[in-house]
């Protein structure tokens, strides 16, 4: 069973992200153009800018999720594991390792050092 959501407040989007292969930029936008024509898109990972993209309109705790998602992209793509799985499996991965870390995020209480 999963715990209820905490009360606790977003923290802001950073600026940048680590990654294996050097800092991905991050960005929060007032649009993105969908991938896919017809699809609903909150964020993008583009592997040549190093950058992902994050829709500005979206709940504080969405745009971690989003944030997630698309910083997954960019692993599994700086690991070359984008030739080994199809577009579908790599959604479905994201999708579970993005919301998975923010739940954790949530719901873990903070703590003094």
Same mark, same amino acid.
């Given at each position: 069973?999963?715990?209820?959501?905490?009360?606790?407040?977003?923290?802001?989007?950073?600026?940048?992200?680590?990654?294996?292969?050097?800092?991905?930029?991050?960005?929060?936008?007032?649009?993105?153009?969908?991938?896919?024509?017809?699809?609903?898109?909150?964020?993008?990972?583009?592997?040549?800018?190093?950058? !992902?993209?994050? $829709?500005? +309109? &979206?709940?504080?705790?969405?745009?971690?999720?989003?944030? @997630?998602?698309?910083?997954?992209? #960019?692993?599994?793509?700086?690991?070359?594991?984008?030739?080994?799985?199809?577009?579908?499996? !790599?959604?479905? $991965?994201? +999708? &579970?390792?993005?919301?998975?870390?923010?739940?954790?995020? @949530?719901?873990?209480?903070?703590? #003094?050092?």
């Amino acid at each position: 069973m999963t715990p209820p959501a905490s009360g606790r407040a977003a923290p802001p989007i950073p600026k940048t992200l680590w990654s294996p292969l050097g800092p991905l930029r991050v960005r929060v936008v007032k649009r993105l153009t969908p991938l896919v024509r017809g699809s609903v898109d909150f964020g993008h990972y583009d592997p040549k800018k190093r950058t !992902i993209r994050i $829709l500005a +309109d &979206l709940d504080p705790w969405v745009q971690w999720q989003t944030l @997630r998602h698309e910083w997954f992209h #960019a692993l599994v793509f700086d690991h070359g594991f984008h030739q080994a799985f199809t577009e579908e499996q !790599i959604e479905a $991965l994201c +999708d &579970l390792v993005g919301t998975a870390l923010v739940a954790e995020m @949530r719901n873990t209480p903070l703590t #003094a050092a």
